[in-house]
């Protein structure tokens, strides 16, 4: 198996509705999609490509190699498929490897079965060509195989990514309530953030929003917080690609810029964290953090983004605390922010209401399994003033 070489088909995934950013980051790599659903992409490449892919997205959650795509009706025919795969010169027999799924199979109640399969054709197969058998397990930090079976359509891929690309790297001070970096990284795509102008965070939180908004307009790559890949751990894995591929992120990184990033917090302890994370992340020294209530955030002149990720509170109930908050949060914009684009991004659309503005645009995420909006406030210079909100 020369996968490193070989074109094949190639699946980035990500979480609901983060598709269309992905595409955008997946096409500015110059690749072309073949195909574009709703929790990813497919292209062609080879796994030389998946290091690229890896160490650039900001907004994939995994990148799968094709290996092979067969008929498969029950557990026994997918053994028999996957016992005569070549894996001992795919997986190392003295290594350690694990297998996911994602699994609708008449057959199967469970994917830890479909599972048990895969591993036990892998093992098998290894064993009777080397005469060891490999390790497994569930950690993610080796090589990774993973199933796709759907009625009596399989198909088996390395998984090159390994641990979840969604995740950063930088945020080792996760704080409460953290919003996901690649959910993150998308949000701050769709206000259209390029850096020029201010970036203005109010309740940060953790900081994940400001610090994307610093990486992404830096251009730094989240594979430069990372140092393990799927890719690492499959025979004929060439290290000079990847310090290649790592080398070209350094270059790219923009060092001097005119923007400024702003991110407060009433809480000491949430703006402590942030930091911390910002430091890890190599953008602390580009953004300005303070300790404050919101409506005391700095706004300078010039025009940019001002984004906020307030609590969302329960659907149902009244929430007399989170309602003030959001009618002062449309105020802050309203007379602090003229000339930016103001941005809220909630699940909650009934303390939306209270924000007392009307949304220009109401953009669809999902945080989780929570439906959400990141909603989109043109904030007028002057007398022009947004239309308030039935």
């Not at 965070?201 to 307009?217: F, H, R, V």
């Not at 964290?273 to 404050?292: H, M, P, R, S």
């Amino acid at each position: 198996m020369q996968v490193f070489h070989t074109k094949s088909k190639i699946i980035i995934t990500c979480n609901k509705r983060l598709s269309p950013y992905l595409q955008q980051e997946v096409l500015g790599l110059g690749f072309e999609i073949s195909r574009a659903f709703n929790t990813g992409v497919e292209i062609s490449g080879t796994v030389n490509d998946c290091i690229k892919l890896n160490l650039n997205l900001r907004c994939a959650s995994q990148v799968l190699y094709s290996l092979k795509a067969f008929k498969a009706e029950n557990p026994a025919r997918l053994y028999k498929e996957l016992v005569e795969m070549e894996w001992e010169n795919l997986i190392d027999f003295s290594g350690y490897f694990s297998v996911t799924s994602n699994v609708d199979n008449e057959h199967i109640t469970t994917p830890l079965f479909a599972n048990l399969k895969v591993k036990d054709a892998l093992v098998d197969r290894i064993k009777e060509q080397k005469g060891i058998r490999p390790n497994t397990g569930s950690e993610l930090n080796k090589a990774v195989i993973h199933l796709y079976w759907k009625d009596d359509e399989a198909e088996i891929y390395l998984d090159t990514s390994g641990e979840t690309l969604a995740k950063h790297g930088y945020r080792k001070h996760p704080g409460k309530a953290p919003m996901l970096e690649a959910l993150a990284a998308a949000t701050v795509m769709a206000t259209g953030w390029d850096g020029k102008g201010s970036f203005i965070n109010p309740m940060c939180g953790s900081g994940t929003l400001a610090i994307e908004a610093a990486l992404l307009a830096t251009h730094r790559s989240p594979g430069l917080f990372r140092m393990n890949y799927g890719f690492m751990h499959v025979l004929g894995y060439d290290e000079q690609v990847f310090f290649t591929e790592r080398r070209l992120l350094k270059d790219q990184v923009i060092k001097q810029t005119d923007m400024r990033i702003i991110a407060s917090d009433i809480s000491a302890e949430a703006v402590d964290i942030a930091q911390k994370n910002a430091k890890t992340a190599g953008v602390d020294q580009l953004i300005e953090f303070k300790v404050c209530d919101f409506s005391e955030t700095p706004v300078p002149e010039g025009g940019g983004v001002v984004m906020f990720n307030p609590a969302y509170g329960e659907r149902l109930g009244v929430h007399t605390l989170l309602e003030a908050t959001y009618k002062r949060m449309g105020d802050f914009m309203k007379k602090e922010a003229k000339g930016y684009r103001g941005y809220i991004f909630t699940g909650n659309p009934d303390l939306a209401k209270k924000i007392g503005l009307k949304a220009s645009r109401r953009i669809e995420f999902y945080n989780g399994k929570l439906d959400c909006r990141l909603l989109e406030y043109e904030l007028y210079e002057g007398s022009r003033r947004a239309p308030i909100e039935n």
